[in-house]
């Protein structure tokens, strides 16, 4: 699933918070760390938060007021930490794995090299057991499975030493990972894409 970017800003010890993805919430949360407004405006969601609003006097029973819709329920929250789950009462939908047609292709054992992301003089060559892998996503709504689907390619790759700056660190680098297929695509080439566009290490200190 597509990752969700939130984009966040500090004034004058008030933090904000937004991501754009579909959100429809009101929630003020207050308890003995910091108090938080949320807002979902149906294209975007947006945090506003401080530790100036947290309680006085430590201990204090969290309250959260307001509501949201979201993984197909209706949430209310009204004075002490509590909610209540009304599901299945809006036209919500989701997508869903469906693991049992789940596709798997062993494409053999072929070189990989990796140019560090920040490093450029550091380039790793390794060897990679490629798998092509198909899946499916079923749209429910209501908790119900509708005959509407959305398939995905892609690879997976186990290599053979850890790749990117957090190799022989305690973090440890990264020893396997997926690349999509694009439409039109082989697996060839979404392999050889991968080598260029993927990247595996954390930070500019590499």
Known sequence: MKEIKFYRKSILGIRFSIGF????????????????LRIGLLFADLFISSDRWAWDSPGMNDLDYGFSFHHGAFYTNWGLDDSTTLRAFYPY???????????KAARGEHPYTYRWQFKPTEVQQVTAKVEEY??????????????IFKKQRG???DFSEELGNGKNDWKGGTIGAGFQI???QTWADAY???????????????
């Open 93 to 103: 939908g989701q997508w869903q794995h469906r693991n049992d047609l789940h596709v």
């Open 134 to 147: 198909s899946q499916v996503w079923q749209w429910r709504v209501w908790g119900l499975s509708l005959p």
């Open 155 to 157: 690879v997976w790759c």
């Open 21 to 36: 993805r579909p959100a429809l919430a009101l929630r003020l949360v207050r308890h003995d760390e910091s108090g938080s």
């Open 192 to 206: 050889k894409e991968m080598q260029v566009k993927q990247t595996f290490c954390r930070a500019k200190w590499a």
């Open 182 to 184: 694009k439409p039109g």
